[in-house]
């Protein structure tokens, strides 16, 4: 296999075991086990099925992980199209991984509250699932807020897919289509929540813009160009 070609389809490997892990928490977690306004049977659900609150926690770890090697292995794939812009893609991609690793010390809160340890005896249990639920709340928001990031960085990865000669250049416009949507659900979410579900099936066909980049690493690969190109 092709250097390039191999460069891709390990980016692409990363890109698949982030696309495997990040929904649990990020969408099936909530969707089964919070409950909007209820704070007590929000907390039962995580008592209950606290395995799964805690696997929630380990693939919030594993993601923000992966997601370090995922910025580094499109690094190895792209530095030779624009060294500046590719180390720009890897900074401002694995900020995000670090809030994913802080994100995990609100879920813990909630799960301590949620099992009421001795030296919370002073809260009455309504207390603690309150507090619980404001945990969670933050965990949500600070997700919103890193949805800015996972737009910006997909902003120099486009430039590099587009101007790469070796990957087509629909992904790299798409890219930046799906960093723009992430920006506008992210603001949604911050500025006018109320709007939130409406902007995010508005913006849906634009975020599998990063679907279609990875699938196209796992199946196609990247062309070997005759010559390396190299942008100052």
Do not use: C
């Not at 990363?14 to 704070?39: E, K, N």
């Not at 995990?104 to 099992?115: K, P």
């Not at 634009?206 to 199946?219: D, I, R």
């Amino acid at each position: 296999m092709r250097l390039k070609s191999r460069n891709a389809r390990v980016a692409g490997i990363y890109y698949l075991l982030l696309a495997i892990a990040a929904p649990l928490r990020l969408i099936y977690i909530p969707s089964v086990l919070f409950v909007q306004g209820d704070a007590t049977k929000t907390a039962s659900n995580i008592a209950a099925h606290e395995t799964l609150f805690r696997l929630g926690i380990v693939t919030d770890l594993f993601s923000g992980t992966i997601g370090i090697f995922l910025a580094l292995a499109l690094y190895r794939l792209l530095k030779d199209v624009d060294q500046k812009q590719a180390v720009l893609m890897v900074v401002l991609g694995v900020i995000p991984d670090a809030i994913y690793f802080f994100n995990v010390l609100n879920d813990a809160a909630a799960l301590i509250l949620v099992h009421g340890a001795d030296f919370l005896s002073v809260f009455e249990k309504p207390q603690r699932d309150a507090l619980a639920m404001l945990f969670l709340r933050m965990h949500g928001q600070e997700i919103a807020a890193a949805e800015i990031l996972w737009g910006l960085w997909l902003f120099p990865l486009a430039i590099l897919v587009y101007r790469s000669g070796f990957l087509p250049r629909f992904l790299g416009v798409w890219l930046a289509i799906n960093g723009f949507a992430y920006l506008a659900l992210s603001f949604t979410g911050l500025l006018l929540p109320q709007y939130e579900d409406v902007v995010s099936r508005i913006a849906f066909p634009a975020l599998q813009g990063e679907l279609a980049f990875m699938l196209w690493l796992l199946v196609m690969g990247a062309k070997d160009l005759p010559a390396t190109r190299s942008n100052e």
